[in-house]
């Protein structure tokens, strides 16, 4: 089940997809840097409650905790679109800076 922590008075959805089946997971970088950019991913076998938080955190603009195994992605100004009934396609700026925490 999803948890949410606060980021500077904002909550953030923490969301352990390690478990689930991501695919077509693609970044573009915004900046010379390499620092910041455009992550998206598909990711099934999420529980419903799963899917229903994401969808809130997209309506409400709250960023988004992807922990993956090897290391979490931090996602602001988040859209989801769901493909299937539990499996929903994440589109999300990665936050600057954050080195995987939110």
Known sequence: MPQKKEHRGQLALELRIADSQV???SFAS???GGDGG???CSVA???EGDV???ERAA???TRVRLLFSE???VLDLVTLERREPHCV???GHVVRGTKGTA
């Open 38 to 40: 455009l992550f998206s």
């Open 23 to 25: 695919t077509a997971a």
């Open 89 to 91: 396609r994440i589109v």
């Open 45 to 47: 076998a999420l529980a």
């Open 52 to 54: 229903a938080a994401l």
């Open 30 to 32: 915004m900046s010379e």
């Open 59 to 61: 309506y409400e603009h």
């Open 71 to 73: 290391s979490p992605v």
